[in-house]
């Protein structure tokens, strides 16, 4: 299997991948930003104790929390 350069890979993709036109707190209407997404998952990471590869399971857990939180009000 053939290794991967996430640094070379992210030069190489889109700008438009990368930075999108349109700003977060636009992208999403009636749910969580990808910003407020990532704030709860590296606190999620934190309580946790901060062990490292968990990360998927951080930003489910995130989004579920914070999509709660949406639905409630």
Known sequence: ???RNLATDAQNMPKSILQPDVPEEKRVQNGPSP???RQRA??????RGGIH???LDDWI???RELEEKYNKT
């Open 1 to 3: 299997m053939k290794s």
């Open 35 to 37: 910003a407020e997404i």
């Open 42 to 47: 590296f606190e999620i990471h934190i309580e």
């Open 53 to 55: 590869g968990c990360d």
């Open 61 to 63: 857990q995130a989004e």
